[in-house]
């Protein structure tokens, strides 16, 4: 068995559905496994022309391979039809692709209800802390007791061990949200319920040594989206924003912004093991010609383009001397 992981090293929407759905053109996987979260997730994806931005389902659906919500997610199932409708509207196949791990637990209208008063947290209101809360305290209700969701459940053993042969299963695991918002890593209490590590991926039925790569994506400012106060005080950030487009692709409020941690990335970088980082959306700030980051809490600004990949690239080879550092243009996929 082999395993790749997809994981967002600052606070979601670094672009790993569209790391995901690159590895996805260019591997030959049996399985997409998403491992945390729910549809508080939000993952844009471009394919065939056509924008599509998924909330539960993997993004295995594009390209025919076998996509399961695995049991460290949260399934709301009127979204989770919502969604597959929506593919199936749009010409893909995903009815037939999906699969709900049946211990995964379940989003509720009570679930939902509570996690609309929330003011504390900004939360996408997605119900999602709720039924975490639920599930730990062990008087959730899963997917299994859904039945609706009979027909799309799934037995991860029996699934990865028994009905196919673990010699070849190559699974993607594609994680939600990002380091600065794990439950045990982030920023608590601004963070969601899940861990959102690479951590996490193996706790869906995978054993650790089967991982082979974990491509650990960002930005190269950083993005945010809550209640508190995160944004930087330049006006540049309004442009960013701007020609970044940054808009939750969940709930669309404005994300706050701000430039690069750097000891935030190196730490990303470190607990998740990553060996291969993807930096996303490079352009944006080409078009502004400004590139700053924050580095051991000292501003530092950067003259071009190149300087700037350049010393990112060589701190990154600093924590890690494997890593492979790519940097990629919000306009084309790596
Ligand atoms: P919750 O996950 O809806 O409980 O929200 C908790 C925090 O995580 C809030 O700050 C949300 O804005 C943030 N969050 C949750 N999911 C995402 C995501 O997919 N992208 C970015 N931020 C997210
Ligand atoms: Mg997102």
Known sequence: MIADVVVDLQYGDCGKGKVAHHLLNNNHYTHVIRYNGGCNAGHTIFHGGKKFITHHIPCGVFYGIKSIIGPGCVVNPKKFFEEIEDLEANGISASELVKIAENAHVITDFHLAQDGKDEDIGTTKRGNGPAYRDK???????????????????????????????????????????????????????????????GSAILNGVPPRCIRDIYGVAKVYETYVGAKEFEGDDPIFDLIRAKGEEYGSTTGRPRQINWMDFDLLKMAIRINGVNKLILNKTDILDDLESWTLYNEDTMYEFKNGEDFQYWIETKAKEVNPEIQTTFSSSKYAI
Request: proline share 6%; net charge negative.
């Open 136 to 198: 730990y305290a062990r008087r959730g209700i899963r997917a299994c007791d859904v039945p609706e969701l009979a027909p799309f459940l799934v037995d991860m053993y029996q699934e990865l061990y028994e009905d196919s042969n673990p010699e070849k299963v190559e699974i993607l695991f594609e994680g939600a949200q990002g380091f600065g918002l794990d439950i045990d890593w982030g920023d608590y209490p601004y963070v969601t319920s899940s861990h959102c590590t690479v």
